[in-house]
């Protein structure tokens, strides 16, 4: 079985950002301040910035830096940025549907039906002779501690809502590091 790349989708506005592990999505950075994030976002459209509750005591506290596209009616946000006090960018969060489509190793990992993603995932790890990796909601993608697949209700079909990731401070895995924002998307849960 092939997997799907980008000639087999639309690009949500046409947009297509690069993912390099470790160092961050299209124009953002891991580690940039929240102006940084602000600037850079500017290629995409306009910002919002807000505190994130602090629901754990052990994570310093953090921004949530939502990107809008430009558009005449309002959108929910393409992008969702979080930025700690002590570490910098650490989350970049992409939209299923607004979001600019971004691909790890070829596989396309944005706004994508997650049972056909997860059969592209096993696909493309055979054909590259790779791994999969499962999430704790049962889904299989890349063996990449940087990308964590969520689920993201859009109509009556869950899409890929993917993370990009570093570990923020007194985490010790992507897991621990994920936004509580992250766990709920729209009122309803994205797990």
Not at 56 to 62: D, E, G, K, W
Not at 143 to 155: A, E
Not at 175 to 191: F, H, M, V
């Amino acid at each position: 079985m092939a997997f799907k790349t980008g000639a087999d989708f639309k690009v949500a506005g046409g947009d297509e950002w690069s993912y390099t592990p470790a160092v961050g999505v299209g124009p953002l950075r891991f580690g940039m301040t929240v102006g940084e994030v602000v600037g850079a976002a500017e290629v995409l459209g306009p910002t919002r910035v807000a505190d994130c509750v602090r629901h754990h005591a052990i994570f310093s506290p953090t921004w949530r830096v939502e990107v809008h596209r430009r558009r005449a009616a309002p959108s929910p946000p393409a992008v969702t940025a979080y930025v700690s006090h002590a570490v910098g960018l650490f989350c970049i969060a992409i939209d299923a549907v607004y979001g600019p489509q971004v691909a790890n190793g070829g596989l396309l990992l944005v706004g994508r039906d997650l049972s056909e993603l997860e059969s592209d995932a096993i696909a493309h790890a055979e054909a590259m002779h790779a791994h999969i990796r499962y999430t704790p909601e049962g889904y299989a993608g890349p063996d990449d501690p940087g990308v964590v697949t969520r689920g993201q209700l859009v109509g009556q079909v869950l899409r890929s809502r993917p993370l990009f990731m570093v570990t923020r401070d007194g985490a010790n895995t992507e897991w621990d590091s994920i936004p509580s924002e992250e766990y709920r998307l729209n009122g309803q849960s994205t797990a």
